[in-house]
C-alpha cells in the first residue's frame, strides 16, 4: 500500500515541478501572471506603504544586508511578542500555560521561527496564546518563507545574468514570494485541512464528560491557520507538542498527503526554475532526478528499519512493524515517508517520534540533515544548497579529465571556488564543534537524560544538525529546554541561515558577474546521467569524509550493540 | 520597538562592513582573470542603506500583520460557515454535553469497552499535554518498563490476561505501544477484534453482533490507498452503548 502512496507521491511532485516551476520564474521576473487583475494593486500598494521603489537593483551585499536586517527584524519582533504574550488578551486559560517562557526560550524560539528552522523547546499548548501563535508564529511562518524564496531568486539570478552588478531587489522578490505564492496556496491549503477536520477557532480549551464518567480537557485553537504554512514555508513547528502526529494538526492520510506535498513542491519546482532561467533546462531536470533517487535511497533505508517490531521486543509474539511513536491511521508507511520527507526539506513537520524508531531509521534522516538539504530543501534555500555541490562536482569533473571548471555556463574560478569551499565545509564545522561542546560539558550531558548510551550522543548531534540545516526535526528525548541548548542551537541556526545564505549570494553576485561561457566539445556536459552520478558521488562522499565517524558513534554504533 | 531599531542598525552595518571586506578582497581575482567587467568600486550603490532600513522595519510590521492577522482572519471568514463542525474540533455532543472529539482519543479501562492504545499524553490520552514516549528501542525501559511506567512486556502480558488470550497469542502492536501523540483516536481492526470476546462476556451480547458493529466501523485507507484500515474507539463504543441502550439520543456533532 505504501509503496503505491510513495510512488504516486513522487509522480506528483515531478508532474508539478514544470508548470510550479514556470509559475516561479514568472514571478521572480515579475512577468504577467493569472493572479495579477487581483494581486498586482495589493502589490503597488505594499510598495508605496514600504517605500520601495521596485525598479532599483541591489548588489550582492545590499541584497544579503537586506536579507539579514529584516531577519533581525523579525526576530526582534517575535522575540518582544513571546516576552509580552501573557498580556495579549484571549485563550488558553493561564492555569493550562504551565511552562515559563523564560528569556532564552524566548530567544531560541524567536530565532528558531525566522530563520524557518521552527526548533521547538516547548510544547504549544501548554505554553502559548493563541495571538502569539497567530501575531508571533503564523506570521514568522510567511516571512521566513518568503525571505528564503526570495534568496533563491536571488541565487537563481546570478546564475541566469550575465555582465550584471545585481541581483534585483529583495524587497519586491520579498513581497512578491508573499502575495503571488504563500498566501494563495496556503489559503487554498489551510481550507482543505480544515474540511478534513483540523480545527481553527478561539475557544476556551473544550471540558469533555467521557461514556465512563471522567473529565478530558481537549486543547483548541486555530490550528488550521498554522498547519499548512508550516509545511509550505518548510518551517514545520506545530500548534501542538506532537506537530503531525496530532490529530487535531493532521487528521487523516490525506492531510499528512497533502502536508508533504506542500513541503515538497516548490523546492522541487526551483530546480524547473532554475534550468529555465539559466536556459538550461535539462541540468535543471538532471538536479531533480538526482534528488528523487537520493530521496527513494532514504526512504527504502528507513522504511525496511521500522518494518520489523524491534529485535528488543523479539520474544513477546507481537504483530506489526515499530507502532511505538506512530499513530495507527499513518500505519509505518506514511510516518516513514513523512520523516525522510521532512528530514530533507529544512521543514521538520513530524508526525511519528524519530526518537522510536530503530537505529537505521534514525540514521536515515540524520543522514540527511547532515548532507545540508540538498535533497528538495528548504523554500529557496534548496536550490542553492544542490547547486553548490553540484559546482563542486563540476569542478571535481572538470580536474579528472582536464578542461577548466564551469556549471551551467559560469567559469568556476579560484573566488567562486574559495567561496563554495567555505560553503561546503561550513555544515561540518558548525555542527561537530558544538557537538563536542556539548558532549563535553556537563550542561549538555545534562540534557540526556531519557535514552542512554550511543542513543544520547545520536540526540545531540541531530539537534546541531538539525538547527544547522534550518530543519527543527529533533529526537525528543533530549531535554531542550535549558539554557545550554536554547543559546547553543541559535549559534547553528543563525549560522545555517545567514552564514550559509551570505556564502551563497556572495557567489551568486560573483557568478552574475561573469559573462556566459558558451558549449563547446570540450564542455563537461552538467545535464548527463554520467554528471548525475557524479553529483551523487559527490554529495555522500564529501558528507562521508565529515560524517561518518560522527555517524559511527551514534546510529551506527547502536544498531552494531543489539 | 526603538530597541529592535538599533539592534537592526548595528546589525546591519556590521553585516555590510564585512560584506564590502569580503567582496574587496575578492575584487583582485576579477581583474586579474580578465574578460569579467571590474564591478563598480563600492557595495551599496544602487539603493541608499538608511532608505532601506527604514524598509526593514516597517515590512517587518505590515507584512507580520498580513500573515498573522489578515491571514488568519480571511482563513476563518471562509472556513466558519463552510466547516463549522470541523473548525470547532469536531466535537461529539449527548444530552447537551461534550463526550469528546471523533479526532481526539479518550482513555477508556472499564471490562465492558474497547480499549484505545496506551497513551503517553500526562496521565493518558491528556488533551492539553500531546506527546510520546521518546524511548529508543534500545532503551530498557521501553520494554521492561520502570517505576510508575508500564513497559511494553508488562502490557501485552495485561493485554492477553485481560482478552484470555493464551501467553504466547499473537498481539498486534498497536495495543501495547504509545502513539507518538498519545491522542490516537484509532486502533486497528486486528486489535479491536482481539478484545470482542471480553466485551461480549462482560454485556452479555453475541460475538458475532460485536464483530459486525466493529467491521460497520472500520475506516479503510482514504481513496484506497492512503493510510492505513483504523478503528476509531470513541465512535465504537458509543455505537456499543447505543446497541443496548437504543433510547439514548445519539451523539451528534457540535456546531
Known amino acids: 500500500m505504501s509503496w503505491v502512496e510513495c510512488a504516486l507521491f513522487l509522480a506528483t511532485l515531478v508532474g508539478l515541478a514544470y508548470p510550479l516551476g514556470s509559475y516561479l520564474v514568472r514571478v521572480c521576473e515579475r512577468r504577467r501572471t493569472f493572479l495579477d487583475p487581483l494581486l498586482r494593486p495589493l502589490e503597488s500598494a505594499l510598495y508605496r506603504l514600504l517605500g520601495v521603489h521596485p525598479e532599483q537593483e541591489m548588489s550582492a551585499g545590499t541584497y544579503a544586508a537586506c536579507f539579514l536586517s529584516f531577519g533581525f527584524g523579525c526576530a526582534a519582533l517575535l522575540f518582544l511578542v513571546l516576552m509580552l504574550q501573557r498580556a495579549l488578551p484571549g485563550g488558553p486559560a493561564d492555569a493550562y500555560l504551565s511552562t515559563a517562557m523564560t528569556a532564552d526560550l524566548a530567544a531560541n524560539t524567536a530565532v528558531s521561527f525566522t530563520t524557518t528552522t521552527t526548533w521547538q523547546a516547548y510544547a504549544g499548548e501548554s505554553t502559548l496564546r493563541y495571538a502569539s501563535q497567530l501575531i508571533g508564529l503564523v506570521a514568522q511562518n510567511f516571512l521566513a518563507a518568503a525571505g528564503g524564496l526570495a534568496v533563491g531568486f536571488a541565487f537563481i539570478r546570478g546564475l541566469a545574468r550575465t555582465r550584471s552588478a545585481t541581483l534585483g531587489n529583495f524587497w519586491v522578490d520579498l513581497v512578491r514570494s508573499l502575495l503571488f505564492v504563500l498566501l494563495p496556496l496556503a489559503l487554498i491549503g489551510s481550507l482543505a485541512l480544515i474540511w478534513q477536520g483540523v480545527p481553527l477557532n478561539m475557544s476556551p480549551y473544550v471540558v ?112 506489526g512493524g515499530n507502532m511505538e511513536g506512530k499513530e495507527v491511521r499513518f500505519g509505518i508507511g506514511e510516518s516513514t515517508l513523512t520523516t525522510i520527507v521532512t528530514s530533507n526539506t529544512s521543514t521538520g513537520s513530524f508526525n511519528a517520534m524519530q526518537d522510536s524508531y530503530q537505529p537505521l531509521g534514525v540514521l536515515a534522516p540524520l543522514t540527511f540533515l547532515l548532507l545540508g538539504e540538498v535533497v528538495f530543501g528548504g523554500l529557496g534555500t534548496g536550490v542553492y544548497s544542490i547547486v553548490m555541490m553540484a559546482v563542486v562536482a563540476a569542478f571535481l569533473g572538470a580536474l579528472m579529465i582536464g578542461r577548466s571548471p564551469e556549471y551551467l555556463g559560469k567559469k568556476v574560478t579560484a573566488g567562486e571556488t574559495r567561496w563554495v569551499a567555505l560553503y561546503v565545509l561550513a555544515s561540518p564545522m558548525v555542527v561537530l564543534t558544538l557537538t563536542a561542546i556539548a558532549v563535553l560539558s556537563s550542561g549538555g550531558r545534562a540534557a540526556v537524560s531519557l535514552n542512554p548510551g550511543a542513543r544520547g550522543f545520536t540526540e545531540i548531534l541531530f539537534a546541531y544538525a538539525s538547527c544547522m540545516a534550518n530543519n527543527g526535526l529533533a529526537l525528543g528525548g533530549l531535554d531542550a529546554n535549558n539554557v545550554f541548548f536554547n543559546t547553543s542551537t541559535i549559534v547553528a541556526m543563525l549560522a545555517g541561515r545567514y552564514g550559509l545564505a551570505a556564502l551563497a549570494i556572495i557567489a551568486a553576485g560573483r557568478f552574475a558577474a561573469q559573462g556566459r561561457v558558451a558549449v563547446s566539445a570540450g564542455t563537461l556536459a552538467v545535464d548527463s546521467p554520467t554528471f548525475g552520478a557524479l553529483l551523487l558521488g559527490t554529495i555522500v562522499l564529501a558528507g562521508a569524509l565529515s560524517f561518518l565517524p560522527a555517524l559511527a558513534m551514534g546510529p551506527i554504533a547502536e544498531f552494531l550493540q543489539r | 520597538m526603538p530597541l529592535a531599531v538599533i539592534a537592526n542598525g548595528a546589525l546591519t552595518r556590521l553585516f555590510i562592513a564585512c560584506l564590502a571586506v569580503a567582496s574587496g578582497s575578492t575584487r583582485a581575482d576579477d581583474e586579474s582573470r580578465g574578460g569579467a567587467p571590474a564591478p563598480t568600486p563600492g557595495v551599496i550603490r544602487e539603493v541608499q542603506l538608511k532608505k532601506q532600513l527604514r524598509t526593514a522595519v516597517l515590512s517587518v510590521l505590515v507584512l507580520s500583520l498580513l500573515g498573522g492577522a489578515v491571514f488568519p482572519l480571511v482563513l476563518f471568514t471562509i472556513a466558519a460557515p463552510l466547516f463549522p463542525v470541523q473548525a470547532s474540533g469536531s466535537l461529539l455532543l449527548q444530552r447537551g454535553t461534550v463526550v469528546g472529539s471523533t479526532l481526539i482519543g479518550q482513555e477508556f479501562t472499564g471490562m465492558e469497552w474497547f480499549h484505545p492504545r496506551p497513551s503517553a499524553a500526562g496521565s493518558g490520552y491528556d488533551g492539553t499535554a500531546s506527546g510520546g514516549t521518546n524511548l529508543a528501542p534500545s532503551n530498557p525501559k521501553l520494554a521492561e518498563g520502570a517505576p510508575g511506567f508500564a513497559g511494553i512486556r508488562a502490557l501485552a502480558t495485561e493485554y492477553r490476561q485481560n482478552n484470555g488470550l493464551a501467553p504466547d497469542a499473537p498481539i498486534p502492536i498497536d495495543a501495547v505501544t504509545r502513539s507518538g501523540s498519545g491522542l490516537d483516536p484509532d486502533i486497528s481492526p486486528e486489535n479491536a477484534l482481539l478484545q470482542v470476546t471480553r466485551i461480549a462476556r462482560a454485556r452479555g451480547l453475541e460475538a458475532s453482533i460485536l464483530r459486525r458493529l466493529v467491521a460497520q466501523h472500520v475506516m479503510r485507507p482514504q481513496f484506497g490507498f492512503l493510510g492505513e484500515p483504523r478503528v476509531p474507539v470513541l465512535e465504537l463504543n458509543l455505537a456499543l452503548e447505543r446497541l443496548q441502550h437504543p433510547e439514548t439520543r445519539a451523539a451528534h456533532p457540535a456546531r
Open chain 1, 208 to 319: 469533555a464528560h467521557t461514556l465512563e464518567g471522567r473529565t478530558q480537557v481537549i486543547a483548541q485553537g486555530p490550528v488550521a491557520a498554522l498547519e499548512f504554512i508550516k509545511n509550505l514555508g518548510t518551517n514545520g513547528g506545530g500548534f501542538f507538542n506532537a506537530n503531525g502526529a496530532h490529530p487535531y494538526a493532521n487528521p487523516t492520510p490525506l492531510t499528512n498527503f497533502i502536508g508533504m506535498l506542500a513541503i515538497c513542491m516548490l523546492p522541487a519546482a526551483l530546480t524547473i526554475t532554475l534550468g529555465q532561467m539559466t536556459q538550461r533546462l535539462r541540468a535543471g531536470w538532471l538536479l531533480l532526478a538526482v534528488m528523487v533517487v537520493m530521496f527513494v535511497a532514504g526512504l527504502a533505508l528507513c522504511d525496511r528499519a521500522e518494518r520489523a517490531p524491534p529485535p528488543q521486543l523479539a520474544d513477546l509474539h507481537l504483530v
